[in-house]
């Protein structure tokens, strides 16, 4: 029984910072590419950042670079984002998903490719 639990969302202003977590079980976590999505009301679902296995490569929608930053925890069998310089568009629920892979330093922005997915947190930005 694979589980993924995001937590870390909530209300914060726009300028400030959260950081989400993502705990997996039932799954061989290192050998998992891990991603974050998210989804603003009436919009579909869009890719955020996805991380290798080992964290060794990283992948970045353009309008969050440089201000969101994805890392993993294998010993923790967790996935983080961290995300800085919020603003009100990055509203949304943030959904964490995984995807088994037989290889070191594969990413992935296709929704499609993941298998597992959290149940998301809410994470809003006033202005």
């Known amino acids: 029984q694979v589980q993924l639990v995001e937590s870390g969302g909530g209300l914060v202003q726009a300028g400030g910072s959260l950081r989400l977590s993502c705990a997996a079980s039932?799954?061989?976590?290192?050998?998992?590419?891990m991603g974050w999505f998210r989804q603003a009301p009436g919009k579909e679902r869009e890719f955020v950042a996805a991380?290798?296995?080992?964290?060794?490569?990283?992948h970045y929608t353009d309008s969050v670079k440089g201000r969101f930053f994805i890392s993993r925890d294998n010993a923790k069998n967790t996935v983080y984002l961290q995300m800085n310089s919020l603003k009100p568009e990055d509203t949304g629920v943030y959904y964490c998903?995984?995807?088994?892979?037989?290889?070191?330093?594969?990413?992935?922005?296709?929704?499609?490719?993941?298998?597992?997915w959290g149940q998301g947190t809410q994470v809003t930005v006033s202005s």
């Open positions: 998903a995984g995807r088994w892979s037989p290889f070191e330093g594969v990413t992935s922005p296709y929704q499609k490719d993941y298998v597992y």
């Open positions: 991380i290798s296995r080992s964290g060794g490569n990283t």
């Open positions: 039932g799954l061989t976590f290192s050998q998992y590419t």
